[in-house]
């Protein structure tokens, strides 16, 4: 069985870091992308962040970029996502999807295109100012 588990979630003041991590198991991780995904109250899902379980290839969207990282530990099964400078605008729940590297791409992170993801429970982000 898949399944993803995304846990570091917590209230955090502006301008501080959090480091979110994915717990993947129930499939092959080399044969997989992972991405980080987030969704405010009232907007839409947005992709932040992909990573290659076969060689670490990394996407990054606008909204990550400068201020998040994505990493992971294959020995582990574990994919981090290391956010810093953190604003009232990045409260969230957070989210980690598994995808097959056929669809993994920087279209499937920006939504351009489906993949058959599977989709872990989200941890939830509050920034407050």
């Known amino acids: 069985e898949v399944q993803l588990q995304a846990s570091g979630g917590g209230l955090v003041k502006v301008g501080g870091s959090l480091i979110l991590s994915c717990a993947a198991s129930g499939f092959r991780f080399d044969d997989y992308g992972i991405g980080w995904f987030r969704q405010a109250p009232g907007k839409e899902r947005e992709g932040l962040a992909g990573?290659?379980?076969?060689?670490?290839?990394?996407y990054y969207t606008d909204s990550a970029k400068g201020r998040f990282t994505i990493s992971s530990d294959n020995a582990k099964k574990m994919v981090y996502l290391q956010m810093s400078s953190l604003r009232p605008e990045d409260t969230a729940v957070y989210y980690c999807?598994?995808?097959?590297?056929?669809?993994?791409?920087?279209?499937?992170?920006?939504?351009?295109?489906?993949?058959?993801?599977?989709w872990g429970q989200g941890t939830q982000v509050t920034v407050s100012s």
């Open positions: 999807a598994a995808v097959s590297l056929v669809f993994f791409d920087a279209g499937w992170l920006e939504k351009r295109h489906d993949g058959m993801a599977y």
């Open positions: 990573i290659s379980g076969e060689d670490g290839t990394t």
